[in-house]
C-alpha cells in the first residue's frame, strides 16, 4: 500500500469544489494508493463541523480527512484579485502537519485526471526545499518585467497551486519563519511569489502534466513548443495531466475545460441535479439579456475566429 500525504487549504466558500476536486483524487486512484488528506483551515470555518465531504465515504474507502486548525495566524494577510488569507495557509505546512517529511500541496480548483503515488514516490528532494511546475506565462513580456523586478529569473518561476513540500528541510533551514515574514508583503501574486523569492535555487521543476494552466492548454491545443515546454510534454498533458483552473471557475463561468469539471461534478457524491440545471439555465437567461451589441460582438468574434 502507498500512502500518499496531500494537503488542501480552503474556506467556506470552496468547499463544493473541493468535494469535486478531491473526488477526481480518489476516482483516479490506483488499488495499492491509500490518500492521507490534510485540510488546513482557520478558526471561523464552519465546513468541518458540516460533514460535507464526509459523503465520499458512501463511495470511497482508500482515503481519510484529517481537520487541521492553523487559528488566525494572517489578520493583516495581503489580499488581491480575490484571492483570500487561507491561499497562504500552504506555507505553514511543515508546522502543522510533522507527520511527514515530503508532502503534497494542492488547491482545490484542480481536477485530477491520473494517479499521484508514482510522481510522488519517484521524487528526490534532498537538495531542494519545494517542488513545482513551471509558470507558462514566462513568454508575456509584463509577467517577465514583474518578476524581474522581484529578482526573480523569469522563466525559473513556479505556479504555487501543485506542489510538493520538502517540509525536513523547510523546518530545518528556517525557511517556514522566512515565509511568514512576507505575508504582509504586497505580492500580486502572494503565496506563490514568496515561495519563488524564499527558495530561489532550491526549486525542484515538475512535468506540467502535473498542473496544466489555462496557457498550457492554449500551446497543447496547437501543438506547439512552448518557451519552457515541450509538445510532447504538454501532448502527455492532454491525455490525462491534472487540470489547474487557475483562471476562470468553472463552477461560475465558462472557461477552458469547463465540460471536464462538469462531467467529474454530475459523477461525485455531491451531484445536485436542481443545482446542476439552475447553473445551465441561468447561463441561457444570461445570453438572453445581451444587448444587441453585445450580440453582434460575439458574433464577429466567432466569424473572425
Request: net charge negative; aromatic share 18%.
Amino acid at each position: 500500500m502507498n500512502k500518499i500525504p496531500i494537503v488542501f487549504s480552503f474556506d467556506d466558500n470552496l468547499l463544493l469544489p473541493a468535494g469535486v476536486c478531491i473526488s477526481s483524487l480518489l476516482f483516479h486512484a490506483n488499488k495499492g494508493t491509500f490518500y492521507d488528506i490534510f485540510i488546513l483551515h482557520d478558526e471561523n470555518a464552519q465546513f468541518p463541523k458540516s460533514n460535507f465531504l464526509e459523503k465520499l465515504n458512501f463511495k470511497y474507502s482508500n482515503f481519510s480527512i484529517t481537520y487541521r486548525n492553523v487559528g488566525n495566524p494572517f489578520p493583516h494577510g495581503f489580499e488581491i484579485r480575490g484571492i483570500t488569507i487561507p491561499a497562504y495557509y500552504r506555507l505553514l505546512i511543515p508546522r502543522f502537519i510533522p507527520e511527514y517529511s515530503t508532502i503534497m500541496y494542492h488547491d482545490v480548483d484542480v481536477i485530477f485526471r491520473s494517479d499521484l503515488s508514482d510522481l510522488y514516490l519517484s521524487q528526490n528532494l534532498q537538495d531542494y526545499y519545494i517542488a513545482g511546475v513551471l509558470s507558462a506565462s514566462s513568454s508575456d513580456p509584463k509577467a517577465r518585467e514583474y518578476r524581474l523586478g522581484l529578482g526573480l529569473d523569469p522563466v525559473n518561476y513556479i505556479n504555487s497551486g501543485n506542489l510538493i513540500f520538502n517540509s525536513e528541510k523547510l523546518l530545518q533551514d528556517g525557511i517556514v519563519e522566512l515565509f511568514v515574514s512576507k505575508i504582509e508583503n504586497k505580492y500580486k501574486f502572494q503565496d506563490q511569489d514568496i515561495i519563488n523569492i524564499v527558495c530561489m535555487d532550491k526549486i525542484k521543476f515538475l512535468p506540467p502534466s502535473y498542473s496544466g494552466t489555462v496557457d498550457m492548454y492554449k500551446y497543447a491545443s496547437n501543438g506547439e513548443d512552448h518557451p519552457v515546454f515541450k509538445a510532447s510534454e504538454l501532448e502527455e498533458m492532454l491525455i490525462d495531466g491534472n487540470i489547474h483552473y487557475n483562471g476562470a471557475k468553472p463552477w461560475k463561468e465558462y472557461c477552458i475545460n469547463f465540460d471536464i469539471w462538469w462531467q467529474y461534478y454530475r459523477n461525485s457524491v455531491f451531484y445536485d441535479p436542481k443545482y446542476y440545471f439552475n447553473f445551465y439555465a441561468n447561463k441561457l437567461n444570461e445570453l438572453d439579456n445581451f444587448s444587441f451589441m453585445k450580440r453582434l460582438k460575439l458574433l464577429i468574434r466567432y466569424f473572425m475566429s
